[in-house]
């Protein structure tokens, strides 16, 4: 690849040899799935059970016109997003299959630590979002029998926690998931399905709801700021160059395919059970959707423990990125089960994954985590980074007018960065004045 490093005043985009970061081959399978894999792959991310809590992180905050049209736009400007970065798998004739290898291929060294420390920042918060929702779902359960405050949710947290460590151990790399994504699809529809059908049935029942948008004027405007985090939180992973490393040649034309059914397919079952849930209990909606539903114990049990059971997976696959690097790192190649292999994923996953455990208890303010993820880490990886990053590659080939749009949208989304950073940053300082460490949500 040429360098674009003879005019001056533009910006060098970095040949293979000026590189000085090694990228190493991976310790995991690449392409060996079909393009519907990976779209199984990328909805079980958007109908995790991140959804049960929509009506509340994000309609509330913003009421029908603006969760509505925000949604709408969220999904296309995050398709437009991650095609950018899905066309750039080749770029120079060489396959990325980590987001920090192809910022480090186009800027350079210090590029390539800068995106791994954000995308680092950005799947260890979602990993601890997601051990709260699966202690979430297992204290749901609990209540449902025994409202005796007992066991309170730190408590629910650590148990999945362990049952998270379980899973990791024996599922060494993303590929291997296979039929564990059938089971998660399935999951999936069994808590959403349950929660939609419970919540058409308590609307159609409830007298006249509330939907105006809670808090004072000052409040008002710091939760819309945080709800437009939770909009792109909703649809983008952060690691699109390590999921598209696993899909088969052509490996562009085939991770189109698959975005095109995770934003088609993929989204209506979140706008669902998003849009019911509001419907039903307007601006009183619990940021756990199953929590607001009346119907059979047993029904709302099955539905929580479902709820559980796809979290525990939906969160291997945004792990897999921090499992490759130690992986690839230490050599750790063969049979799954050798002993070698296997006392590796035991300590080191283990390890991992206790320490998101222990945050998660500390600090079990779902919402907040959501926001806070999107401001510090989605929306600079997914919309600043993939924007600038097409711009660089294609510098020759684009026309002025498509240079500025990919300008503006650099400069809109850094400004909305640091926006829903300051307010993801007061709403945590806000619920840690409410509640202690290790509360009992």
């Not at 920042?121 to 979002?129: E, R």
């Not at 069994?190 to 409040?219: E, F, N, Q």
């Not at 291997?316 to 799954?336: C, N, Q, V, W």
């Not at 303010?365 to 880490?377: C, H, P």
Request: net charge positive.
């Amino acid at each position: 690849m040429e360098s674009s490093g003879g005019d001056s005043g533009r910006r060098k985009v970095h040949s293979e040899d000026d590189l000085a970061v090694e990228i190493p081959e991976t310790a995991h399978q690449i392409s060996h799935d079909s393009w519907f894999q990976v779209g199984f792959v990328l909805t079980t991310g958007i109908n995790s059970s991140y959804v049960l809590g929509y009506s509340g992180t994000i309609m509330v905050p913003l009421g029908w016109i603006g969760g509505v049209v925000g949604l709408i736009l969220a999904t296309a400007i995050s398709l437009y997003a991650n095609s950018l970065v899905a066309k750039l798998h080749e770029f120079g004739g060489k396959r990325h299959i980590r987001y920090r290898d192809l910022a480090g291929f186009i800027y350079g060294r210090k590029a390539y630590k800068i995106t791994w420390a954000l995308q680092y920042v950005n799947l260890f918060m979602i990993n601890t979002g997601y051990i709260i929702l699966a202690g979430q779902a297992l204290k749901a359960v609990y209540v449902l029998f025994r409202d005796d405050d007992t066991m309170k949710l730190p408590y629910f947290i650590a148990i999945s926690g362990v049952v998270c460590v379980m899973f990791a151990i024996g599922t060494p790399h993303l590929s291997a998931l296979r039929i564990w994504l059938g089971f998660s699809t399935f999951f999936s529809l069994v808590y959403i399905v349950t929660a939609t059908v419970l919540s058409v049935r308590d609307g159609i029942r409830a007298p006249a709801r509330d939907y105006s948008i809670p808090g004072t004027k000052t409040s008002r405007i710091f939760s819309t700021i945080g709800a437009a985090a939770n909009l792109v939180f909703a649809f983008n992973t952060g690691m699109l160059p390590e999921i598209q490393a696993t899909v088969r040649p052509p490996v562009v034309k085939n991770m189109m395919k698959a975005l095109y059914f995770q934003f088609t397919v993929g989204v209506l079952p979140m706008y669902l059970v998003t849009f019911i849930g509001y419907w039903a209990y307007g601006a009183g909606t619990s940021t756990y959707l199953l929590n607001s539903v009346s119907g059979p114990v047993w029904v709302k049990a099955a539905a929580s423990i479902a709820s559980f059971l796809q979290t525990v997976i939906a969160l291997h696959i945004f792990a897999s990125p921090m499992y490759e690097y130690l992986d690839t790192r230490y050599g750790i190649k063969g049979s799954a089960l050798a002993l070698r292999n296997l006392s590796f994923r035991v300590m080191v996953r283990g390890g991992y994954l206790a320490v998101n455990t222990f945050v998660a208890a500390l600090l079990p303010f779902l919402g907040d985590f959501m926001s806070l993820t999107g401001a510090v880490s989605t929306f600079p990886l997914t919309f600043i980074l993939a924007n600038h990053m097409y711009l660089v590659a294609k510098d020759n080939k684009l026309s002025a007018p498509q240079k500025s749009w990919h300008w503006l949208n650099v400069s809109f989304f850094g400004f909305m960065s640091v926006a829903a950073a300051i307010a993801a940053l007061r709403l945590i300082a806000v619920d840690s004045k409410t509640y202690n460490l290790f509360a009992n949500l």
